[in-house]
């Protein structure tokens, strides 16, 4: 155990234990010293940083006999580490003012920070067994989040169904994990480069690792549990489900991507498009303001996928970790809003995006953060999100020109997707802050706390410019990518100006469609939001797949189980009893046979030697003086004989 | 003949005597008569047999204890109604067995007794009386305190059978 | 004295003969017991005229001991019989078969 | 005393229900003291077991290899003059059985507390407690296959009593369907063993013996044994050690149990009380899994390889097939039991593969469900002491009311599908292993036994995670109005019954060493025993 890994271990240790002192403690310190012992860990987090930057520290270990797994804390995973320590303490801080009234605020914090500590470990795990281990952290901390409103109608429901899906895509995952280690003899995530890829498992083995990434990424066709998700708090959502659990898909894909086969990246590529497509289509026509981010998640998490499937792998970090920014942005500021209407506005849905409007005059410092964010979601240049996107188109382009006249399926549904995102983005901007009040009752005027609120937003939306990771906004060439990757090769791809000159026109256009539809002085109704018309029902049920699956597979699911029950009781029990039945038959059988000759045998016995005794009675019990006489008679005969002899 | 012999050949036929009339009589009286005759009688020959000692026990517990206990019981269990009872079916058996017992044992007396010395007589009880305290003391003091033992069950149970 | 043992073992023959009859064939109990009390002075007898013969008179030592437990016997007989006829009001055997069977 | 220390274990608990048979009916607290104090003795005299055993042994092969042996003459019948009929006290311990002693120790004693507060005829109860106590240790540590099936059979009496006097209203019926089921068992168990016991003499004399020990050496037969090893005969068309083999497997298959010869378990359980559910499902179960390990794989190795793919194949089944039934009840006790078919298929699976992972992770989960499925029916018996009912479509939203039992169940319910970070998940992922393992090899097992085995797991978790939100999500709600006076959280007594199941299923699952480092050396030995005296067995 070297120095780097005693922080690391305290980092990931630190949060399970704010947990477990919040819950001792009371309601009211409790949650500030979850939050304290996150800030620990992010400040401990940025020096192991400084620690690890030159060499990647490994601690080995045999955890189960004949098989050793490991930790490595390098450049990446120690950055990404600084990354969800960091967010995690942000949100903390939120969800201290989000969860104030809230009965359960001690169990929250302490799976808030159980969840922090599992996605720690995923990314400082360089095993596969123990990555899986925390993997499997991540999601029941997931569920144990999600249905933290268990009385809830839905809630439940969602939680199960989040944790299912994840398990479905974890049981491809945990058959990938077993099939490399027990092909390749090793299982370490620095060492798959390294390992023999021939033989029919290599293939099988990346199918399950590209399931379990897709499950815990929520891509198609795993991603209906997100959405469902929401039923979660949303500080939780902009955690979990948008800044870091999600992406750990992502950073499983990055990270094993070596082993993949071709064919198998080029699918994870279309796949990507396909859900980043489809997750911004289905934005479209929410009306829950969580949904749409949500949604958008989806297609944000189709964006890096694709990244990786499309070869850039960099980029997809790089993706991940400005969306981890902009998005956790994104939902604090929803949470907020949502906040403000619960306690104002209780009757009212406080996550219904048509009862809102005209908010930016009572929540001023959220609707900056949340511009800054949409705007970098978007795409629009200066922000965080159009460097990483653009990095991934582009690269999408190129692979696609080398791949095949196929292959452009996958840039045409990016592509069309950012213009997608601009329009549906601009458009919840467009209705949430601005326009006219729709409610019958009047804003209240709140002011929002600084510490707890503000501090939080501004310092995501401040992470969300692209100022810090380039200031020139279309180079292609950022000082992150070569701390993590080493030393990059430049894109040889010639035309690296055609990305940007696609994606900033189609990301004005867009904002510019859904200003059009939605600009401040219209006014429009709730019909308009209403899903009707083919394209929003479709868009508003997200294709109508979780119908489908709850429909076909679940249903189908449960009645199988149930008839196999009624297999077990109806035929294999009764076939049982029958074979026990026919031994009760043949031993009624055994028992006739008994009483009819054996018995009777037996009985004929008793009777010859009763014949013998009533034969023998003669000679006794009709008078006493009678036994004498026989006495004296045999003892004569006796004497008799005696003398015989003598 | 000498007086002995008379009075051996008067005490055998008394005793034989006897012990006919028990078997003929019906009268339970007389049968304990007549077994007093026959006792005093053997008592007798006991003497004429050498044996002084035995024959007065044989008085002074058969004719005295025995016989009167005997009188007793045939005053208690024998109601005055007159009833008595003698007669029996068992004529056949009893006298098989009567003449089966007589010839063997006479089989054996004419077999066994010419082999047997004829004694001197002698000082018989006061080496009688060095025999039981040495040789048979076991045996004595057991039959003393089986006559002890028989004493109280016979008193229990007579008693027992008045409650 | 010089009596010839023979007269004494055939008396001892006769009465034992005789104690048997009368056991067997009488129905009074009172009469049996006197038929067991002949039986065990014609054993005594035979003690006697064995003992004569023998220097050591243990014979009649034994005739001792077979008096005295003839005296026990006829004292529980008696106990017993008087029970007996208590519980029967009779002395007659042939109805003493509670114990049968 | 330590020379003696296996004897101690095995019969302390005899010793217990000697001196409870002695106490008044009345004087229940003594009873119940008196139990429980011997309980804690053996369970102390188990860890000084655990203490001196040694992890690494000198010895060489599977034969040699067990500890704390004890071996004495016990019945001895001289025939004649070079013919004696032999039976030995014969018992040991290896890194397989320890665990298995150690556990059952353990889950014995809480279950007295679990059935602390019985009052119907508690000096019976403790009697046929201690009686059933001795035995299934005594399975554990027997050497000799007499012995072994003398406590095997001993089992079965207080088992039959315990469920059929203090069960549930249906418990005759339950009681005789065990009762019956597992005679069947014994009866082909039995028939091998004289088999066995007629084949097989001792080393270097022509004496009988039962030792298993020597029945594994296959010179030990005798040269006109129908179960030799290439002696050619044929029972039923079926070479004599194959059928011999499947007698016995099927006989210690019933008692696992085994899809489709389960059925039994369902209805036992429902009508158990808890306290039996909890030592029936954690206890007995593993002896059916034990006995397959020791014996039918010990003796006939060549026979385990060649059926090895047809048991992982029925192991495969019981997974499939004990999940989606459980999935399909509405009764918790009836869930529970059908999941415990379902993990015993990984038992199954485990076997089947013949490697060390498989075989490690075979003993692993056996030690991992007896814990767990102990734990589940010690929750099953809460819910149904505050209520007497235990449909789970009768309660909603218990988490509001009962906190920390929802923790428990949430915790216990997870381990049984299988989280990581706790034994659950040891012992599947090893079983996983092996599964996958096998393939590549020893070429026993197809992958596919692997891959279907992991619908295992999500089946689990679809038949767990339903349960929890029908019966602790949503708003607070029960059937009866009269129940709510008793629905209070968990109280001390069963807090002592879960806090040590819990350290221990979280012990193992975060270190799993702490077991494995017991077993991995006889596992190896055990392994390379089958595999390669099997492998000359069936070359012959």
Same mark, same amino acid.
């Given at each position: 155990?070297?120095?780097?890994?005693?922080?690391?271990?305290?980092?990931?240790?630190?949060?399970?234990?704010?947990?477990?002192?919040?819950?001792?403690?009371?309601?009211?310190?409790?949650?500030?010293?979850?939050?304290?012992?996150?800030?620990?860990?992010?400040?401990?987090?940025?020096?192991?940083?400084?620690?690890?930057?030159?060499?990647?520290?490994?601690?080995?270990?045999?955890?189960?006999?004949?098989?050793?797994?490991?930790?490595?804390?390098?450049?990446?995973?120690?950055?990404?580490?600084?990354?969800?320590?960091?967010?995690?303490?942000?949100?903390?801080?939120?969800?201290?003012?989000?969860?104030?009234?809230?009965?359960?605020?001690?169990?929250?914090?302490?799976?808030?920070?159980?969840?922090?500590?599992?996605?720690?470990?995923?990314?400082?795990?360089?095993?596969?067994?123990?990555?899986?281990?925390?993997?499997?952290?991540?999601?029941?901390?997931?569920?144990?989040?999600?249905?933290?409103?268990?009385?809830?109608?839905?809630?439940?429901?969602?939680?199960?169904?989040?944790?299912?899906?994840?398990?479905?895509?974890?049981?491809?995952?945990?058959?990938?994990?077993?099939?490399?280690?027990?092909?390749?003899?090793?299982?370490?995530?620095?060492?798959?480069?390294?390992?023999?890829?021939?033989?029919?498992?290599?293939?099988?083995?990346?199918?399950?690792?590209?399931?379990?990434?897709?499950?815990?990424?929520?891509?198609?066709?795993?991603?209906?549990?997100?959405?469902?998700?929401?039923?979660?708090?949303?500080?939780?959502?902009?955690?979990?489900?948008?800044?870091?659990?999600?992406?750990?898909?992502?950073?499983?894909?990055?990270?094993?991507?070596?082993?993949?086969?071709?064919?198998?990246?080029?699918?994870?590529?279309?796949?990507?498009?396909?859900?980043?497509?489809?997750?911004?289509?289905?934005?479209?026509?929410?009306?829950?303001?969580?949904?749409?981010?949500?949604?958008?998640?989806?297609?944000?998490?189709?964006?890096?996928?694709?990244?990786?499937?499309?070869?850039?792998?960099?980029?997809?970090?790089?993706?991940?970790?400005?969306?981890?920014?902009?998005?956790?942005?994104?939902?604090?500021?929803?949470?907020?809003?949502?906040?403000?209407?619960?306690?104002?506005?209780?009757?009212?849905?406080?996550?219904?995006?048509?009862?809102?409007?005209?908010?930016?005059?009572?929540?001023?410092?959220?609707?900056?953060?949340?511009?800054?964010?949409?705007?970098?979601?978007?795409?629009?240049?200066?922000?965080?999100?159009?460097?990483?996107?653009?990095?991934?188109?582009?690269?999408?382009?190129?692979?696609?020109?080398?791949?095949?006249?196929?292959?452009?399926?996958?840039?045409?549904?990016? @592509?069309? #997707? %950012?213009? &997608?995102?601009?329009?549906?983005?601009?458009?919840?901007? !467009?209705?949430? =802050? $601005?326009?006219? +009040?729709?409610?019958?009752?009047?804003?209240?005027?709140?002011?929002?706390? @600084?510490? #707890? %609120?503000? &501090?939080?937003?501004?310092?995501?939306?401040?992470?969300? !410019?692209?100022? =810090? $990771?380039?200031? +020139?906004?279309?180079?292609?060439?950022?000082?992150?990518?070569?701390?993590? @990757?080493?030393?990059?090769?430049?894109?040889?791809?010639?035309?690296?100006?055609?990305?940007?000159?696609?994606?900033?026109?189609?990301?004005?256009?867009?904002?510019?469609?859904?200003?059009?539809?939605?600009?401040?002085?219209?006014?429009?109704?709730?019909?308009?939001?209403?899903?009707?018309?083919?394209?929003?029902?479709?868009?508003?049920?997200?294709?109508?797949?979780?119908?489908?699956?709850?429909?076909?597979?679940?249903?189908?699911?449960?009645?199988?189980?149930?008839?196999?029950?009624?297999?077990?009781?109806?035929?294999?029990?009764?076939?049982?009893?029958?074979?026990?039945?026919?031994?009760?038959?043949?031993?009624?059988?055994?028992?006739?046979?008994?009483?009819?000759?054996?018995?009777?045998?037996?009985?004929?016995?008793?009777?010859?030697?009763?014949?013998?005794?009533?034969?023998?009675?003669?000679?006794?019990?009709?008078?006493?003086?009678?036994?004498?006489?026989?006495?004296?008679?045999?003892?004569?005969?006796?004497?008799?004989?005696?003398?015989?002899?003598? | 003949?000498?007086?002995?012999?008379?009075?051996?050949?008067?005490?055998?036929?008394?005793?034989?005597?006897?012990?006919?009339?028990?078997?003929?009589?019906?009268?339970?009286?007389?049968?304990?008569?007549?077994?007093?005759?026959?006792?005093?009688?053997?008592?007798?020959?006991?003497?004429?047999?050498?044996?002084?000692?035995?024959?007065?026990?044989?008085?002074?517990?058969?004719?005295?204890?025995?016989?009167?206990?005997?009188?007793?019981?045939?005053?208690?269990?024998?109601?005055?109604?007159?009833?008595?009872?003698?007669?029996?079916?068992?004529?056949?058996?009893?006298?098989?067995?009567?003449?089966?017992?007589?010839?063997?044992?006479?089989?054996?007396?004419?077999?066994?007794?010419?082999?047997?010395?004829?004694?001197?007589?002698?000082?018989?009880?006061?080496?009688?009386?060095?025999?039981?305290?040495?040789?048979?003391?076991?045996?004595?003091?057991?039959?003393?305190?089986?006559?002890?033992?028989?004493?109280?069950?016979?008193?229990?149970?007579?008693?027992?059978?008045?409650? | 004295?010089?009596?010839?043992?023979?007269?004494?073992?055939?008396?001892?023959?006769?009465?034992?003969?005789?104690?048997?009859?009368?056991?067997?064939?009488?129905?009074?109990?009172?009469?049996?017991?006197?038929?067991?009390?002949?039986?065990?002075?014609?054993?005594?007898?035979?003690?006697?005229?064995?003992?004569?013969?023998?220097?050591?008179?243990?014979?009649?030592?034994?005739?001792?001991?077979?008096?005295?437990?003839?005296?026990?016997?006829?004292?529980?007989?008696?106990?017993?019989?008087?029970?007996?006829?208590?519980?029967?009001?009779?002395?007659?055997?042939?109805?003493?078969?509670?114990?049968?069977? | 005393?330590i020379d003696h220390l296996l004897s101690l274990i095995v019969f302390i608990p005899l010793l217990g229900a000697g001196v409870v048979l002695f106490l008044k009916p009345d004087q229940s607290a003594i009873i119940k003291g008196t139990t429980l104090f011997l309980n804690v003795v053996q369970l102390l005299a188990c860890i000084i077991l655990v203490i001196l055993f040694q992890k690494q042994t000198d010895a060489a092969s599977i034969t040699t290899n067990f500890q704390f042996v004890e071996k004495y003459e016990w019945i001895r019948l001289n025939l004649g003059e070079s013919l004696r009929f032999i039976i030995e006290y014969h018992i040991g311990v290896d890194g397989i059985s320890l665990p298995l002693v150690v556990l059952s120790s353990f889950l014995m004693l809480v279950a007295i507390i679990s059935s602390w507060n019985q009052s119907k005829q508690v000096k019976g109860y403790f009697v046929l407690y201690n009686i059933l106590n001795a035995s299934i240790v005594g399975c554990f540590v027997a050497l000799d296959f007499f012995l072994f099936y003398l406590f095997f059979e001993l089992m079965l009496l207080p088992m039959f009593f315990l469920i059929g006097i203090w069960g549930g209203p249906n418990r005759s019926y339950a009681s005789v369907k065990f009762f019956l089921y597992t005679l069947l068992g014994s009866i082909l168990i039995l028939i091998v063993m004289i088999g066995l016991y007629l084949g097989v003499t001792q080393p270097g004399s022509t004496i009988h013996t039962f030792n298993i020990i020597h029945m594994m050496g296959t010179e030990n037969f005798v040269q006109d044994s129908l179960l030799r090893p290439g002696a050619g005969g044929t029972i039923f068309g079926i070479a004599a050690r194959y059928a011999a083999f499947l007698a016995l497997f099927v006989g210690f298959a019933i008692k696992l149990p085994m899809v489709p010869?389960?059925?039994?378990?369902?209805?036992?359980?429902?009508?158990?009380?808890?306290?039996?559910?909890?030592?029936?499902?954690?206890?007995?179960?593993?002896?059916?899994?034990?006995?397959?390990?020791?014996?039918?794989?010990?003796?006939?190795?060549?026979?385990?390889?060649?059926?090895?793919?047809?048991?992982?194949?029925?192991?495969?089944?019981?997974?499939?097939?004990?999940?989606?039934?459980?999935?399909?009840?509405?009764?918790?006790?009836?869930?529970?039991?059908?999941?415990?078919?379902?993990?015993?298929?990984?038992?199954?699976?485990?076997?089947?593969?013949?490697?060390?992972?498989?075989?490690?992770?075979?003993?692993?989960?056996?030690?991992?469900?007896?814990?767990?499925?102990?734990?589940?029916?010690?929750?099953?018996?809460?819910?149904?002491?505050?209520?007497?009912?235990?449909?789970?479509?009768?309660?909603?939203?218990?988490?509001?009311?009962?906190?920390?039992?929802?923790?428990?169940?949430?915790?216990?319910?997870?381990?049984?599908?299988?989280?990581?970070?706790?034994?659950?998940?040891?012992?599947?992922?090893?079983?996983?292993?092996?599964?996958?393992?096998?393939?590549?090899?020893?070429?026993?097992?197809?992958?596919?036994?692997?891959?279907?085995?992991?619908?295992?797991?999500?089946?689990?978790?679809?038949?767990?995670?339903?349960?929890?939100?029908?019966?602790?999500?949503?708003?607070?709600?029960?059937?009866?109005?009269?129940?709510?006076?008793?629905?209070?959280?968990?109280?001390?007594?069963?807090?002592?019954?879960?806090?040590?199941?819990?350290?221990?299923?979280?012990?193992?699952?975060?270190?799993?060493?702490?077991?494995?480092?017991?077993?991995?050396?006889?596992?190896?030995?055990?392994?390379?025993?089958?595999?390669?005296?099997?492998?000359?067995?069936?070359?012959?």
């Amino acid at each position: 155990m070297t120095y780097p890994h005693i922080i690391f271990f305290i980092i990931l240790v630190l949060p399970l234990l704010g947990g477990l002192i919040n819950f001792l403690a009371g309601a009211r310190s409790g949650p500030w010293i979850a939050t304290a012992a996150l800030l620990l860990s992010s400040i401990l987090s940025v020096f192991l940083l400084k620690l690890t930057v030159d060499l990647p520290s490994v601690l080995r270990f045999t955890w189960l006999p004949g098989i050793e797994i490991g930790w490595r804390l390098d450049r990446i995973s120690v950055s990404l580490i600084a990354l969800v320590s960091f967010i995690s303490m942000l949100i903390h801080l939120f969800s201290i003012h989000y969860m104030k009234d809230d009965p359960g605020i001690k169990r929250y914090f302490a799976k808030l920070g159980f969840f922090t500590f599992s996605m720690l470990g995923v990314l400082g795990a360089d095993h596969l067994l123990l990555l899986f281990v925390f993997w499997e952290l991540v999601g029941f901390s997931s569920y144990l989040l999600i249905g933290f409103w268990y009385k809830n109608e839905g809630v439940p429901y969602a939680a199960r169904i989040a944790f299912i899906t994840n398990r479905i895509a974890d049981a491809g995952f945990l058959i990938g994990i077993i099939l490399i280690m027990v092909n390749s003899g090793t299982g370490f995530i620095s060492e798959l480069q390294s390992i023999d890829q021939t033989g029919w498992w290599v293939g099988a083995a990346g199918i399950g690792l590209v399931l379990g990434a897709f499950g815990k990424s929520a891509q198609v066709p795993f991603f209906t549990w997100l959405p469902r998700a929401m039923a979660g708090p949303t500080p939780v959502s902009a955690l979990i489900h948008a800044a870091t659990m999600v992406a750990a898909g992502v950073y499983l894909l990055i990270r094993t991507s070596v082993i993949m086969p071709p064919a198998l990246v080029s699918t994870v590529a279309i796949a990507g498009a396909l859900t980043a497509f489809i997750g911004a289509f289905s934005a479209l026509a929410q009306t829950d303001i969580k949904k749409v981010l949500a949604y958008s998640t989806v297609s944000q998490l189709g964006y890096m996928v694709m990244g990786v499937g499309v070869g850039a792998t960099d980029m997809a970090l790089f993706h991940l970790w400005t969306h981890a920014f902009f998005k956790a942005g994104l939902f604090l500021s929803a949470g907020a809003i949502i906040h403000y209407f619960h306690k104002h506005f209780h009757s009212i849905d406080g996550q219904d995006m048509r009862n809102m409007g005209n908010l930016k005059s009572v929540m001023p410092v959220t609707q900056f953060s949340y511009l800054v964010c949409m705007l970098s979601l978007a795409g629009l240049p200066f922000f965080s999100g159009f460097l990483s996107k653009d990095g991934i188109l582009l690269k999408s382009l190129e692979w696609s020109a080398l791949a095949g006249p196929w292959a452009f399926i996958v840039p045409v549904l990016g @592509f069309f #997707t %950012v213009g &997608l995102t601009a329009y549906y983005m601009g458009k919840q901007a !467009l209705v949430v =802050f $601005y326009g006219k +009040n729709r409610m019958e009752t009047e804003l209240v005027k709140d002011k929002e706390d @600084f510490l #707890t %609120v503000r &501090l939080p937003l501004i310092i995501l939306a401040i992470g969300s !410019l692209g100022l =810090f $990771y380039s200031f +020139n906004p279309f180079v292609h060439h950022f000082q992150i990518l070569d701390f993590w @990757f080493g030393h990059q090769i430049p894109l040889s791809f010639s035309m690296g100006w055609l990305a940007p000159a696609i994606s900033i026109p189609l990301a004005v256009g867009g904002l510019f469609v859904a200003f059009r539809s939605y600009r401040p002085e219209r006014s429009f109704t709730y019909r308009d939001y209403v899903a009707r018309g083919h394209y929003r029902k479709w868009s508003m049920h997200a294709l109508y797949l979780d119908q489908f699956y709850h429909e076909s597979m679940v249903k189908a699911f449960n009645m199988i189980s149930e008839i196999i029950y009624g297999l077990d009781r109806r035929f294999i029990d009764p076939v049982l009893n029958w074979l026990g039945m026919s031994f009760v038959v043949f031993s009624k059988l055994m028992d006739l046979v008994d009483k009819l000759i054996v018995d009777k045998l037996v009985e004929f016995v008793a009777y010859i030697s009763k014949l013998g005794g009533d034969f023998l009675r003669l000679f006794h019990g009709r008078r006493v003086q009678l036994h004498i006489f026989w006495a004296v008679l045999g003892t004569i005969l006796i004497l008799l004989w005696i003398n015989n002899f003598m | 003949m000498m007086l002995i012999d008379i009075v051996f050949y008067t005490f055998f036929l008394l005793a034989a005597l006897a012990a006919v009339g028990i078997l003929i009589t019906k009268n339970v009286i007389h049968a304990a008569f007549y077994l007093v005759v026959c006792l005093i009688s053997l008592a007798g020959l006991y003497v004429l047999f050498d044996a002084t000692y035995l024959a007065v026990v044989q008085l002074l517990v058969y004719a005295g204890g025995v016989i009167v206990l005997l009188a007793f019981g045939i005053m208690i269990t024998n109601r005055s109604d007159g009833q008595l009872l003698s007669s029996s079916h068992l004529l056949l058996p009893g006298i098989l067995a009567f003449g089966g017992v007589l010839v063997l044992f006479t089989i054996f007396t004419v077999k066994f007794s010419p082999g047997i010395p004829v004694n001197p007589d002698s000082d018989q009880v006061q080496q009688m009386g060095i025999v039981f305290m040495t040789d048979y003391l076991l045996a004595f003091e057991l039959i003393a305190y089986l006559l002890l033992v028989v004493l109280v069950g016979a008193s229990y149970l007579a008693k027992s059978s008045q409650s | 004295m010089s009596i010839d043992p023979v007269y004494g073992l055939g008396l001892s023959a006769f009465l034992f003969s005789m104690g048997l009859l009368v056991i067997i064939i009488k129905r009074n109990a009172i009469f049996v017991l006197i038929g067991i009390e002949l039986i065990l002075n014609a054993a005594n007898l035979n003690f006697v005229v064995f003992s004569s013969a023998d220097p050591a008179n243990t014979g009649q030592l034994f005739g001792v001991f077979s008096v005295v437990l003839a005296a026990a016997e006829a004292a529980i007989a008696l106990a017993i019989l008087l029970n007996i006829f208590k519980f029967y009001k009779s002395t007659d055997l042939h109805q003493l078969n509670r114990l049968k069977y | 005393m330590i020379d003696h220390l296996l004897s101690l274990i095995v019969f302390i608990p005899l010793l217990g229900a000697g001196v409870v048979l002695f106490l008044k009916p009345d004087q229940s607290a003594i009873i119940k003291g008196t139990t429980l104090f011997l309980n804690v003795v053996q369970l102390l005299a188990c860890i000084i077991l655990v203490i001196l055993f040694q992890k690494q042994t000198d010895a060489a092969s599977i034969t040699t290899n067990f500890q704390f042996v004890e071996k004495y003459e016990w019945i001895r019948l001289n025939l004649g003059e070079s013919l004696r009929f032999i039976i030995e006290y014969h018992i040991g311990v290896d890194g397989i059985s320890l665990p298995l002693v150690v556990l059952s120790s353990f889950l014995m004693l809480v279950a007295i507390i679990s059935s602390w507060n019985q009052s119907k005829q508690v000096k019976g109860y403790f009697v046929l407690y201690n009686i059933l106590n001795a035995s299934i240790v005594g399975c554990f540590v027997a050497l000799d296959f007499f012995l072994f099936y003398l406590f095997f059979e001993l089992m079965l009496l207080p088992m039959f009593f315990l469920i059929g006097i203090w069960g549930g209203p249906n418990r005759s019926y339950a009681s005789v369907k065990f009762f019956l089921y597992t005679l069947l068992g014994s009866i082909l168990i039995l028939i091998v063993m004289i088999g066995l016991y007629l084949g097989v003499t001792q080393p270097g004399s022509t004496i009988h013996t039962f030792n298993i020990i020597h029945m594994m050496g296959t010179e030990n037969f005798v040269q006109d044994s129908l179960l030799r090893p290439g002696a050619g005969g044929t029972i039923f068309g079926i070479a004599a050690r194959y059928a011999a083999f499947l007698a016995l497997f099927v006989g210690f298959a019933i008692k696992l149990p085994m899809v489709p010869v389960h059925t039994w378990l369902p209805d036992a359980h429902v009508e158990a009380p808890t306290a039996i559910s909890v030592i029936l499902a954690g206890l007995l179960l593993k002896v059916g899994g034990y006995g397959i390990v020791r014996i039918a794989y010990g003796i006939f190795p060549d026979a385990a390889l060649n059926y090895a793919y047809l048991i992982a194949v029925f192991g495969v089944i019981s997974i499939v097939y004990g999940g989606l039934n459980a999935l399909a009840q509405r009764d918790l006790k009836r869930m529970i039991a059908y999941s415990s078919v379902s993990h015993m298929g990984f038992v199954l699976v485990g076997l089947g593969a013949l490697t060390v992972e498989g075989v490690s992770g075979a003993v692993f989960h056996m030690v991992s469900h007896g814990l767990i499925s102990g734990a589940l029916f010690l929750i099953a018996g809460v819910i149904y002491d505050r209520t007497g009912d235990r449909l789970i479509d009768n309660y909603s939203g218990l988490a509001g009311k009962l906190p920390q039992y929802t923790f428990v169940v949430v915790f216990m319910f997870f381990a049984s599908l299988g989280l990581p970070g706790l034994s659950g998940f040891i012992g599947e992922i090893l079983v996983l292993m092996g599964a996958f393992d096998s393939a590549s090899s020893n070429g026993l097992l197809p992958p596919w036994i692997g891959v279907v085995s992991t619908t295992g797991i999500i089946i689990s978790a679809a038949y767990y995670l339903w349960a929890t939100q029908r019966m602790f999500f949503g708003e607070y709600w029960v059937r009866e109005a009269s129940w709510e006076s008793n629905m209070h959280d968990i109280s001390k007594r069963e807090w002592t019954m879960f806090i040590p199941i819990m350290l221990l299923v979280l012990i193992l699952g975060v270190y799993p060493r702490f077991l494995l480092d017991f077993t991995d050396n006889t596992v190896n030995q055990f392994v390379n025993y089958v595999l390669e005296v099997g492998a000359n067995l069936m070359g012959k």
